[in-house]
């Protein structure tokens, strides 16, 4: 009832005063594509990437990130911190204020009660809750009154905006879901396809891995957005089409993901019928070097442990060889064009933990072979390095993705170039990335010389990321190959780091410890061999106005100031 | 007759049940989890909770029984409760789909009508075309348009649909703009303008099925009418002084039909498996779409549910086509 | 019922069909677009050799159109599309040929033993609808993770995913034959003739052989026709997945699709792959009408 009465008049908004600008829902309908169709719109339950943003058009946070990464309020009044007193000195405590006079779509009031519920939904020990590594180290969730959250942390926790901040974990509507803690979960089908929630639009229809159909929210918190009564996400089909559908038919207003070929995008820019949008976060393309023996002929339990190091990788400077071989503008040339810009860095923002790392970015086939001369691998009768009777020879395995095989095909040819034998291999993503520990092709059992592929963080803090490099998150078959240490790097100085930047709270301080751990990863050891910062690409039709890529938080973070150009 | 499709009937339950169990240990012996679809910044403590709840940690066996149980009883008796309003199956688990969190039957329900529609539009567009062109193929052999549909078929076969799909997207979808690259599930039909627009967004991918249906069926009509017209039947039912008209479309073309049954039989079940790469091209999001979407996530229960749809249907239509064979040429017996 | 005196000269057999081949116009085009092929593909290489570039020369002349430098120009990598055309085409052609045989052997076998035995019939046609009913994409994936290492060992990579590969495709496109087989043989047993020889005690192999297979000659063409392309575009599937051949190694069916994607800027880099495909079921198709006619007793008569 409440949703026709809000569509009539919208309607008749439109058609009494279509000039009307500020008023909500009087630009009629707006058609987004998400090539990759979200399966829920609960994203608790599904960590994929669609999913969230999906999802971030209904259920809202505490805060968000805004296209700068700094932390923005959204249903709280202000963003608390230590200077301001929402943070406690010792870092412990932190206190969130809602706004006054919050209503759900269903018309009810918000209350920190709904907060306290969302923590106790995604850390029931039966639910597998997708986002449970955001309400990590909460001791306990307190709420004094309707509209204070007290967060209290086990430990000092320097960066306290994880839970309640960002697409990845908004607040749920405690009355909705109360049936549906732990195992119940899944038979929450009502609520999981369709929740209660406070951003500018609430779902009319969900189709699963098809289409969202939306409505603009009644009870938004301000009366004047958003300016689109409907909006359908749709789903299917792949980045090209997307594109196309967008840049030459027009048929949708914004495509997600519109990762295609460089000329294809400048083809595709120059028709005018609307513009690329992209935006630089964490991802980085990398290849990461195997430090253990991944040989076929050690027994199975040895192969690719730290049992054996590798005959080959393990000398820095045929590491540093293969890196220096590498052209890093000419694979953005080729494989991502405005998306994509070459790096140094693993990690290569936020600015300020971002490492002045440039070294790597001239290629120097003539000091790669300096390199390999030196350390003994001189060139056989077929131009093939060799030392010791060995063959210098690499096997290089990735997913399979047309740019990720132009890529293999480029470095192939430049490792050829200063006499390094390479074997190129290339398995299907939901093997590669499966982890399942029965198969040899996963990324985590790495039993190939070199792979490929990309990684980034949540949010903007880098310090989890960096922590996955610690001695003793080496996958192996002690623990199933789960280990996040894919490289097998392995240096106590580096894990006194970790260590030391998890008790520091100091900004300045964290950043400098953040950008020593990069380097040591990356130009030090050259371990991580950074390819490509690879940014988001989003194609936006001309007639769409409001649009702002950000790669901190979900592309749809500022959906209710998106209005139709006239 | 009657007594082999009783016996048949009955020989499909435990031939069905070594197929479902086939299935299974097929897909949960393939190298891949459904931990793919979690992001890599996705802890690994966490991926194994995750992992924990959609229950793929428990023996195989478990797994397969409950499948069993709940494909066979739970499924059922939900179907009574939403048939008659009745709370028959209140409490008892689903089978669920790990992508979505939710009960796969209703997803497959929701899947149907696009795929049913579009599909078989072009399935039945493809047979419509196909027959006439083989039979008068065969029938003016090396003709003009004999030569004109053989080549017609061999590119509509040899040429595959991500390839024509692609191609009439750019044609008619962006040069032209005749008709959307984007088929729209949520239309429903209620009046002329919105059957207009239906047509018109079903046109390319019935066009792009059709022509590779039409392709395969249209070759074996003609090479099984061209076995037959050199049989000395023909030869005395011309003698007699039949029409060609008689000849060729009574007894020339029903005993053509053998091999032509089979592939029709054969391609029938495949309409409810949809057209995994067109339907992903256009967004037609139909059952096809769902079930490359759910190999590629290792989503077993989705897979294993939708494969055993396709191989009751695969069994119904090759027994079908047994039938149709004893009804075509009477001196076929099984008894 | 010539055939018995000309059982006893086998060589005038083959001579006799060989002149009825050729009578046929569109076999002999079929054989000669074939041969071709073939020509193209296996002594293409010794007459054209590609220029070997460094990548910065390469990237330098990428996206060429046909000059007399690359005579059907160059991909997004610089890459010379004519070398890669001709090793593609030696990949694409073995594994399109042999995977068919391999389901044509398979599916006209097990056609036969179920149409022509009863006993059989219901074991080998409950077996044929599980191959029918199982999801291929996981079966290929076990079959890969289950085989390609070992014999990987053995044959070493590149031989090992063609074996892989060829096999992969074979075992899972014998259905169809195997059904249309069936129902032909069900039909033909009753035919006077297999009557005729049952009657005078020929043995079931001699009936099935001599009677029996020449008639159904014609249907298995028509799929051998329509396998070779499936094949071929199978195989492109299963490298895109990742489960074929490694990446740096073309076929036909990867070019297509890897050419998908610049069809607008550059339609040569589809039109190439797409003709030598469509080029080589076409001739194919027209050798096995010629061969049908040429195998055919009653035509060979005329």
């Known amino acids: ?566 | 007759m009657l007594t082999y499709t009783l016996r048949r009937l009955l020989l499909a339950i435990p031939t069905l049940l070594l197929i479902s169990l086939v299935i299974f240990l097929l897909v949960d012996l393939a190298p891949g989890s459904p931990a793919s679809e979690i992001p890599l910044t996705v802890p690994p403590e966490v991926r194994q909770k995750i992992l924990e709840s959609l229950g793929v940690n428990q023996p195989i066996f478990v797994r397969y029984f409950l499948w069993l149980k709940q494909f066979f009883y739970v499924e059922p008796l939900n179907g009574i409760d939403a048939l008659f309003g009745s709370h028959l199956a209140e409490g008892m688990q689903r089978i669920i789909s790990y992508q979505t969190r939710s009960p796969v039957f209703p997803l497959i329900g929701e899947r149907l009508p696009q795929t049913l529609t579009v599909i078989g539009t072009a399935y039945v567009v493809g047979v419509l075309i196909a027959l006439p062109i083989g039979i008068y193929s065969a029938y003016r052999q090396y003709s003009l348009f004999d030569q004109f549909g053989t080549m017609f078929a061999m590119i509509g076969f040899s040429v595959p649909t991500f390839f024509t799909g692609t191609v009439f997207i750019i044609v008619f979808g962006v040069w032209l703009g005749w008709f959307p690259t984007k088929y729209d599930t949520t239309l429903s039909v209620t009046d002329w303008d919105s059957f207009v627009k239906q047509i018109r967004q079903m046109a390319m991918p019935v066009m792009v099925l059709g022509l590779a249906n039409a392709a395969a069926i249209s070759r074996y009509m003609r090479s099984s009418m061209l076995e037959n017209m050199k049989q000395d039947y023909v030869r005395t039912a011309r003698a007699k002084g039949m029409s060609e008209r008689t000849v060729v479309l009574k007894h020339v073309l029903r005993n053509s039909m053998i091999p032509v049954v089979t592939i029709i039989a054969l391609g029938i079940p495949s309409i409810f498996g949809g057209a995994i790469i067109t339907e992903n091209l256009f967004g037609v999001n139909g059952i096809g779409a769902a079930l490359i979407g759910a190999i590629r996530g290792n989503d077993l229960p989705m897979v294993q549910t939708l494969a055993f749809i396709f191989a009751i249907l695969i069994v119904t239509f090759n027994l079908i086509a047994d039938v149709l064979y004893g009804l075509l040429d009477p001196r076929i017996r099984y008894d | 019922m010539t055939e018995t005196t000309n059982l006893d000269k086998p060589e005038s057999q083959v001579a006799a069909i060989w002149r009825q081949f050729r009578e046929h116009k569109g076999a002999v085009f079929g054989l000669a677009v074939l041969g071709f092929l073939v020509v193209f593909v296996l002594i293409g290489p010794l007459l054209w050799q590609a220029e070997t570039l460094k990548v910065s020369e390469a990237l330098k002349v990428k996206n060429q159109g046909p000059s007399l430098r690359f005579p059907l120009g160059t991909d997004q990598l610089g890459r010379d599309m004519l070398d890669r055309m001709m090793s593609a085409g030696q990949v694409s052609l073995a594994v399109g040929f042999i995977a068919m045989m391999i389901a044509i052997f398979f599916g006209t076998f097990i056609g036969i033993l179920a149409g022509y035995f009863k006993r059989l019939d219901g074991p080998l046609m409950r077996l044929t609808d599980m191959f029918l009913a199982l999801p291929l994409i996981p079966l290929l994936l076990v079959m890969v993770m289950l085989f390609r290492d070992r014999i990987a060992k053995v044959v070493g990579p590149e031989m090992g995913a063609f074996i892989l590969i060829v096999f992969a495709i074979g075992l899972t496109s014998w259905m169809h034959a195997a059904r249309i087989v069936r129902g032909e043989v069900l039909a033909l047993k009753e035919r006077e003739y297999v009557l005729a020889a049952r009657s005078i005690g020929a043995p079931p192999r001699r009936i099935i052989l001599r009677h029996i297979l020449p008639n159904v000659i014609s249907p298995v063409m028509v799929a051998a026709t329509l396998g070779i392309a499936e094949a071929i575009i199978t195989e492109s599937v299963l490298s895109f997945l990742g489960l074929g051949f490694p990446p740096d190694f073309p076929t036909w069916g990867r070019l297509l699709f890897d050419g998908l994607q610049y069809m607008q800027l550059y339609p040569e880099r589809v039109i190439w792959p797409g003709l030598a495909i469509s080029l080589t079921v076409l001739s194919v198709n027209y050798i096995g009408d010629g061969l049908r006619d040429a195998l055919d007793p009653k035509a060979r008569g005329r």
Not at chain 1, 280 to 290: C, K, P, Y
Not at chain 1, 399 to 423: H, M, Y
């Open chain 1, 1 to 566: 009832m409440k949703l026709k009465t809000a569509l009539l008049g919208a309607a008749c908004a439109f058609a009494i005063a279509p000039a009307a600008f500020a008023e909500r829902g009087a630009d009629g309908h707006v058609n987004v594509l998400y090539w990759q169709a979200p399966s829920t719109l609960n994203p608790y339950l599904s960590s994929g990437t669609k999913d969230v943003e999906s999802a971030s058009l209904i259920l809202e946070g505490l805060a968000g990130f805004n296209e700068k990464g700094e932390v923005v309020a959204r249903l709280a009044d202000s963003v608390p911190t230590v200077e301001n007193g929402g943070v406690s000195a010792d870092l412990t405590q932190i206190t969130w204020k809602l706004k006054p006079g919050l209503l759900w779509s269903d018309g009810t009031p918000v209350t920190s009660a709904d907060a306290k519920f969302t923590y106790e939904y995604c850390t029931h020990p039966e639910g597998g809750c997708a986002q449970a590594a955001r309400y990590e180290g909460i001791a306990s969730i307190d709420t004094p009154d309707a509209e204070t959250v007290v967060i209290t942390f086990s430990a000092p926790k320097p960066n306290p905006y994880t839970a309640f901040v960002g697409g990845t974990s908004p607040i749920l509507q405690a009355a909705q879901f109360a049936n549906c803690l732990g195992a119940a979960a899944s038979t929450c089908t009502e609520q999981n396809f369709g929740p209660i929630g406070t951003g500018p639009f609430m779902v009319t229809e969900f189709k699963t891995n098809d289409t969202v159909s939306l409505a603009a929210n009644p009870n938004y918190r301000d009366p004047a957005k958003p300016a689109f009564a409907t909006m359908t996400v749709k789903g299917g089909g792949d980045a090209e089409a997307a594109a196309r559908a967008v840049m030459e038919t027009g048929e949708f207003d914004y495509a997600w993901n519109t990762q295609i070929n460089p000329e294809l995008q400048a083809a595709m820019a120059g028709g005018g019928k609307g513009t690329f949008l992209n935006g630089f976060g964490t991802l980085v393309e990398r290849i990461e070097m195997n430090m253990t023996d991944p040989s076929a002929d050690l027994p199975e339990g040895e192969r690719a442990t730290t049992m054996h190091p590798h005959p080959i990788l393990t000398d820095i400077r045929v590491r540093t060889a293969l890196s220096k071989a590498i052209d890093r503008q000419v694979l953005v040339d080729v494989g991502y064009g405005s998306a994509g810009r070459p790096t140094c860095n693993l990690v290569p923002a936020p600015e300020m933990f971002a490492s002045d790392n440039t070294g790597c970015l001239t290629q120097d086939i003539e000091g790669a072979k300096a390199l390999l001369d030196e350390a003994g691998w001189v060139p056989g009768a077929d131009g093939i390095r060799e030392k010791d009777g060995v063959k210098l020879h690499v096997l290089y395995q990735t997913s399979t993705n047309p740019v990720r095989q132009d890529f293999q095909a480029l470095i192939k040819g430049w490792w050829e170039e200063i006499g390094v034998s390479t074997e190129l291999k290339n398995i299907d993503a939901s093997v590669y990335f499966g982890g399942d520990a029965g198969s040899p092709d996963t990324f985590q059992k790495f039993y190939a010389d070199v792979e490929m592929y990309a990684n980034n963080f949540d949010g903007t803090d880098p310090e989890p990321y960096l922590a996955q490099y610690l001695c003793d998150k080496i996958p192996g078959p002690a623990n199933q190959w789960q280990g996040e240490n894919i490289n097998r790097f392995c240096d106590p100085a580096y894990d006194v780091l970790v260590k030391e930047m998890s008790a520091t709270a100091e900004m300045g301080k964290r950043s400098e410890l953040a950008k020593k751990m990069n380097d040591m990863l990356t130009k030090d050891s050259m371990v991580v061999v950074p390819l490509v910062d690879r940014g988001r690409l989003s194609a936006a039709s001309t007639s769409l106005g409001g649009t702002l890529l950000n790669t901190w938080d979900t592309e749809m973070w500022n959906v209710q100031d998106w209005f139709r150009v006239k």
